[in-house]
């Protein structure tokens, strides 16, 4: 279970990675980053029950406040103490 207090905002981001190097190291580099994307919403979907394309929503750039976490599914209970 995860808590956040409330005002706290999380983010659930994309992979993120740094590369460089000959064309094809880079868009080898890149596939993976994509392929562990889908992969990583396809899980948030699963486990919280939400259509896929929401979860690339949200995950594209997106903060949440705790209660919109809370209307996700993404286990998120408010808390307003420290434990």
């Known amino acids: 279970m995860r808590y956040a207090m409330p005002n706290a ?3 659930i981001h994309q992979p993120q990675g740094g590369c460089g ?9 890149v596939n993976e980053a994509v392929q562990a994307r889908h ?11 939400q259509p ?3 979860v690339q929503q949200y995950t594209e750039r997106s ?5 919109r976490g809370k ?3 993404s286990c998120f209970n408010r808390t307003t103490k420290c434990q």
Request: glycine letters at 8%; aromatic letters at 12%; proline letters at 0%.
């Open 9 to 11: 905002r999380i983010m």
């Open 21 to 29: 190097g000959h064309v094809e190291d880079v868009r080898r580099q």
């Open 39 to 49: 992969k990583i919403d396809q899980m948030y979907a699963t486990f919280t029950g």
């Open 52 to 54: 896929l394309e929401k």
């Open 63 to 67: 903060f949440l406040i705790h209660f």
């Open 71 to 73: 209307q996700l599914g």
